[in-house]
């Protein structure tokens, strides 16, 4: 499984991204992918999950509802609406699969994760 996070880069406090995973090599029907991200000297969060299945969404209760997790399966890409940017949202996002119908309760429950892609908000 190979996914390709991208979208990422450095943007104003206010403004919005929309950051992409494509997912390719996967060998089975039904998967789940999931969002997260990690700043400088903090343990790795989840942001969002979703389920190709049935597009089923989860977001973790901490997490603000500027963002929205959507996929294309046409396309195989799952994307993250980042909308009222803040300096505190800086960090690298990942993007991450495991085969199945539901999110995983944490992030080290994924098996295949993406490079992550670059996220700063400063003025």
């Known amino acids: ?72 399966n046409a396309k195989n890409t799952v994307y993250l609406q980042i909308n009222s940017l803040k300096p505190e949202n800086t960090a690298v996002y990942y993007c991450a699969m495991k085969y199945g119908s539901t999110c995983p309760t944490r992030w080290n429950y994924y098996d295949y994760w993406g490079q992550g892609t670059q996220v700063t908000v400063s003025s």
């Not at 494509?22 to 997260?36: C, E, K, L």
């Not at 903090?42 to 509802?65: G, L």
């Open 1 to 72: 499984v190979q996914l390709q996070a991208s979208g990422g880069g450095l943007v104003q406090p206010g403004a919005s991204l929309r950051l992409s995973c494509a997912a390719s090599g996967f060998t089975q029907d039904y998967y789940v992918i999931g969002w997260f991200r990690q700043a400088p000297g903090k343990e790795r969060e989840t942001v969002a999950c979703i389920s190709n299945a049935d597009s089923t969404t989860h977001y973790p209760m901490y997490m603000a509802d500027r963002f929205a997790i959507s996929i294309d």
